[in-house]
């Protein structure tokens, strides 16, 4: 009997053995896929990064520009409407030339001008029209380089290549030494990049126009979603009855919610478009859309907020008296708030970086504009990232890696302001 009972003893301990084994290994394989999907993350957050933080500084160029009165005022009347018709180009290309008296040939002038933005003779007239007395003398002025010349300074062009495999020549290289040298040459922070909108040049590409639209479109999106989204929550949760109809709607919209976010862009498109005719590539059918693709993401994160509310607290309410309204608004809802505002932030933060719906009902324009008011012609980050990744101009790339990092940032605070409503406002029973 004591060898048969050691040896039940000892299979046990093998088991035990066994199972302790597996636990091991699956602790080890759940280390290893966290650390595996963390890697991944920081492998794709640091290529953005590092491909986009340069596109966060600029580079100009300083160049004494003489406001010749002949070219900018010749009638000497001083006028905002006679200095904005001024030829700023050429008084650009004067201070070029007298930088570089060397350059004399036509052809290495016309590359001598290509080291400069297209936009510095429109810097030039701004800065008239801020300082009319500037008209007649010779003044220092920072103007915004070309995208070939920032892309060099920071180092995405490459100078120990051929000079057959670079946009910039062996001269133009020279010249921007001269330049550095000369403490003509600086990088700052690009402002620009989050107030301008769109252009054809790298160099004065910027976020601004997207981020209006995209604030416009999700405005309208939470005005129309959040209150039918938890109103019709409200219904189906505490007064609906339970038959067949209900049971078809609720298993509807949690069949919206699953469904792919081109097939909302379709249903815009036929619905405020076709029937209604509102203007496309405009900020209220991007929010009209969004809407309907948020509403059921709204409704289900209401229902389960409000399930989670305890019988009991309906129950006091209904004992002292109160209506099933009062019961509801004044007593139910309240409680569920943190968890019906958690839900809102997190279908909203879907929004935001929704692409496809708009690309449907046109705000994939080209708008230079910045938007301001729902009806003007706008688009949205993620529309504007997916343009510049579409551009074959290298400059765009930089570009297109900071507007992903913008709209990463927004979405990490949208998800972090989610998790902190929820866990302050949450109550535990």
Same mark, same amino acid.
């Given at each position: 009997?004591?060898?048969?009972?050691?040896?039940?003893?000892?299979? $046990?301990?093998?088991?035990?053995?066994?199972? &302790?084994?597996?636990?091991?290994?699956?602790?080890?394989?759940?280390?290893?896929?966290?650390?595996? $999907?963390?890697?991944?993350?920081?492998?794709?957050?640091?290529?953005?990064?590092?491909?986009?933080?340069?596109?966060?500084?600029?580079?100009?160029?300083?160049?004494?520009?003489?406001?010749?009165?002949?070219?900018?005022?010749?009638?000497?009347?001083?006028?905002?409407?006679?200095?904005?018709?001024?030829? &700023?180009?050429?008084?650009?290309?004067? $201070?070029?030339?007298?930088?570089?008296?060397?350059?004399?040939?036509?052809?290495?002038?016309?590359?001598?001008?290509?080291?400069?933005?297209?936009?510095?003779?429109?810097?030039?007239?701004?800065?008239?029209?801020?300082?009319?007395?500037?008209?007649?003398?010779?003044?220092?002025?920072?103007?915004?380089?070309?995208?070939?010349?920032?892309?060099?300074?920071?180092?995405?062009?490459?100078?120990?290549?051929?000079?057959?495999?670079?946009?910039?020549?062996?001269?133009?290289?020279?010249?921007?030494?001269?330049?550095?040298?000369?403490?003509?040459?600086?990088?700052?922070?690009?402002?620009?990049?989050?107030?301008?909108?769109?252009?054809?040049?790298?160099?004065?590409?910027?976020?601004?126009?997207?981020?209006?639209?995209?604030?416009?479109?999700?405005?309208?999106?939470?005005?129309?979603?959040?209150?039918?989204?938890?109103?019709?929550?409200? &219904?189906?949760?505490?007064?609906?009855?339970?038959?067949?109809?209900?049971?078809?709607?609720?298993?509807?919209?949690?069949?919206?919610?699953?469904?792919?976010?081109?097939?909302?862009?379709?249903?815009?498109?036929?619905?405020?478009?076709?029937?209604?005719?509102?203007?496309?590539?405009?900020?209220?059918?991007?929010?009209?859309?969004?809407?309907?693709?948020?509403?059921?993401?709204?409704?289900?994160?209401?229902?389960?907020?409000?399930?989670?509310?305890?019988?009991?607290?309906?129950?006091?309410?209904?004992?002292?008296?109160?209506?099933?309204?009062?019961?509801?608004?004044?007593?139910?809802?309240?409680?569920?708030?943190?968890?019906?505002?958690?839900?809102?932030?997190?279908?909203?933060?879907?929004?935001?970086?929704?692409?496809?719906?708009?690309?449907?009902?046109?705000?994939?324009?080209?708008?230079?504009?910045?938007?301001?008011?729902?009806?003007?012609?706008?688009?949205?980050?993620?529309?504007?990232?997916?343009?510049?990744?579409?551009?074959?101009?290298?400059?765009?790339?930089?570009?297109?890696?900071?507007?992903?990092?913008?709209?990463? $940032?927004?979405?990490?605070?949208?998800?972090?302001?989610?998790?902190?409503?929820?866990?302050?406002?949450?109550?535990?029973?």
């Amino acid at each position: 009997m004591k060898h048969k009972a050691w040896q039940q003893s000892e299979r $046990a301990a093998k088991r035990l053995k066994k199972r &302790y084994s597996r636990e091991r290994r699956l602790k080890a394989a759940g280390i290893f896929a966290i650390g595996l $999907a963390l890697g991944v993350l920081v492998l794709l957050l640091g290529s953005v990064i590092a491909r986009g933080y340069p596109a966060f500084i600029k580079t100009e160029i300083a160049l004494d520009i003489t406001f010749d009165q002949k070219l900018i005022d010749p009638s000497g009347t001083g006028e905002i409407a006679h200095l904005a018709k001024g030829k &700023y180009g050429k008084v650009l290309r004067q $201070a070029l030339f007298e930088y570089y008296p060397e350059v004399t040939v036509r052809a290495e002038r016309r590359n001598l001008t290509r080291l400069v933005s297209k936009a510095a003779r429109f810097e030039l007239r701004e800065m008239i029209r801020d300082h009319p007395e500037w008209v007649g003398t010779t003044q220092r002025v920072w103007l915004t380089a070309a995208s070939d010349v920032d892309m060099l300074t920071k180092g995405s062009i490459q100078r120990d290549v051929p000079e057959t495999e670079r946009r910039l020549n062996d001269r133009q290289v020279g010249w921007i030494d001269r330049l550095d040298a000369d403490g003509s040459l600086r990088t700052i922070f690009n402002i620009d990049f989050f107030t301008g909108s769109d252009s054809r040049e790298p160099e004065l590409a910027g976020i601004g126009g997207a981020l209006a639209g995209s604030f416009w479109t999700l405005l309208i999106t939470l005005v129309l979603a959040f209150p039918l989204g938890v109103a019709a929550a409200v &219904y189906l949760q505490e007064f609906a009855p339970k038959n067949r109809f209900t049971d078809f709607v609720e298993v509807n919209i949690n069949n919206l919610a699953a469904v792919p976010s081109i097939v909302f862009g379709l249903l815009g498109l036929a619905i405020f478009i076709q029937v209604f005719e509102l203007p496309r590539s405009t900020a209220v059918v991007g929010g009209l859309t969004l809407m309907l693709m948020t509403l059921p993401t709204i409704i289900i994160a209401t229902r389960a907020a409000l399930a989670a509310v305890p019988p009991s607290i309906r129950e006091a309410a209904h004992g002292i008296g109160a209506s099933p309204v009062q019961v509801a608004s004044h007593h139910v809802l309240p409680l569920a708030l943190p968890g019906i505002m958690t839900g809102t932030i997190i279908g909203m933060a879907r929004a935001l970086g929704e692409t496809a719906p708009l690309l449907m009902i046109g705000m994939v324009a080209f708008i230079v504009d910045i938007p301001s008011a729902p009806f003007d012609s706008a688009t949205a980050l993620p529309v504007q990232i997916f343009l510049w990744a579409d551009s074959p101009e290298r400059g765009f790339d930089e570009k297109m890696s900071a507007a992903i990092i913008v709209l990463l $940032a927004f979405l990490m605070i949208m998800n972090a302001l989610a998790v902190f409503l929820r866990r302050h406002f949450e109550t535990r029973w």
